[in-house]
């Protein structure tokens, strides 16, 4: 099956300081890759869907300025978030959609990076 | 708007027992349901969608529209289904998909 990887996997950084994530469709082709953000009990909320060669679409009151996103080709979206603060904090997961025959598109997930900010 | 509710954000069940994690959604045009379950230490992973129609691990779901309702059910629960599961939905023509706040299956030996 279709495999996404996210890297790292866990990151602990500094307040004030950037820090990047990478999400990477391993063996197929994702034109459209998501960004989620998931707080402890708490169900996944979508940040932005990020489609390859243009500009991501934030959801609202997602700062883009702050959450930077670059789909660069079609096996690679990267999440930098700037200027990380303590409630940056949180668990970041990505997502790569594959168009199936006459099923619509599924998602598949990469298995999330834990982001602590100190 | 699109929002899916799961009223449970905890269900335990015996070994055998029946299981049935309730989801209600809201959306105006015809969305599409998903099931989505994340076992322990492991990452979110699609269980069934309601066009398949299919039957995944045992579990069903049947899109009722009267009632905007995307139950889950299984007829004997097994002690390597809990996990927690999302009920998800997808409106016609969008790719953003929007998660309920999942509700952990427990399932007792």
């Known amino acids: 099956g279709a495999v996404v990887s996210q890297h790292p996997s866990w990151v602990i950084c500094k307040s004030g300081t950037s820090v990047k994530i990478e999400c990477r469709s391993l063996?197929?082709?994702?034109?459209?890759m998501f960004w989620y953000r998931q707080f402890p009990k708490q169900s996944l909320m979508l940040m932005a869907t990020s489609n390859e060669g243009s500009k991501a679409t934030y959801e609202q009151g997602v700062e883009k300025d702050k959450f930077l996103i670059n789909h660069a080709s079609l096996t690679l979206s990267t999440l930098t978030v700037t200027s990380a603060h303590p409630e940056d904090s949180s668990f970041y997961i990505c997502?790569?959609?594959?168009?199936?025959?006459?099923?619509?598109?599924?998602?598949?997930f990469g298995p999330g990076t834990r982001l602590t900010v100190t | 708007a699109q929002r899916v509710t799961q009223p449970e954000k905890l269900l335990s069940v015996f070994k055998g027992a029946p299981v049935e994690l309730k989801c209600n959604y809201s959306?105006?045009?015809?969305?599409?349901l998903f099931w989505y379950v994340q076992y322990s230490r492991q990452r979110l992973q699609l269980l069934l969608r309601h066009i398949s129609r299919e039957s995944i691990k045992g579990f069903t779901a049947d899109l009722n529209k009267g009632e905007t309702s995307f139950h889950l059910k299984k007829p004997f629960a097994q002690e390597e289904d809990s996990a927690m599961y999302y009920c998800a939905l997808r409106g016609s023509g969008y790719q953003k998909v929007t998660f309920g706040i999942g509700t952990k299956l427990q399932v007792i030996p």
């Open positions: 959306y105006s045009g015809s969305p599409e």
């Open positions: 063996d197929f082709q994702a034109t459209t």
């Open positions: 997502s790569a959609s594959v168009r199936l025959r006459g099923q619509g598109d599924e998602q598949y």
